[in-house]
């Protein structure tokens, strides 16, 4: 069963920036990866994905302001984020894409001044 592991998030000011990382027990060639993120009673939604060839599709709300990257052995995705907005503040998951895996824990990013 393939594990995830989020890590990188933490409190941040408005303006700031964070990277995040997911680690994936196994490597990720030939699959779709992808950022998800779950505010408080929200639903989860997509932020990123990033295919095989590292093509990459953001939510308008991110785009220009984050970046999705990959290393297919081992394993892992990180998700480098810039001008970071209050409204950027939820939980983030990695998962393939469209998700199919058991969600990891998340990592919490919390944008506050």
């Known amino acids: 069963q393939v594990q995830l592991v989020e890590s990188g998030g933490g409190l941040v000011q408005p303006g700031g920036s964070l990277r995040l990382s997911c680690t994936v027990s196994g490597t990720i060639f030939g699959i779709y990866m992808a950022w998800y993120r779950q505010a408080p009673g929200k639903q989860r939604e997509l932020v990123a994905r990033?295919?095989?060839?590292?093509?990459?599709k953001y939510l308008d709300s991110v785009k220009g302001r984050f970046t999705i990257s990959r290393d297919n052995v081992p394993g892992a995705v990180y998700l480098q984020m810039d001008s970071l907005k209050p409204e950027d503040t939820a939980v983030y998951y990695c998962?393939?894409?469209?998700?199919?895996?058991?969600w990891g824990q998340g990592t919490q990013v919390t944008v506050s001044s």
């Open positions: 990033i295919t095989t060839d590292r093509s990459t």
């Open positions: 998962n393939n894409y469209p998700n199919t895996w058991t």
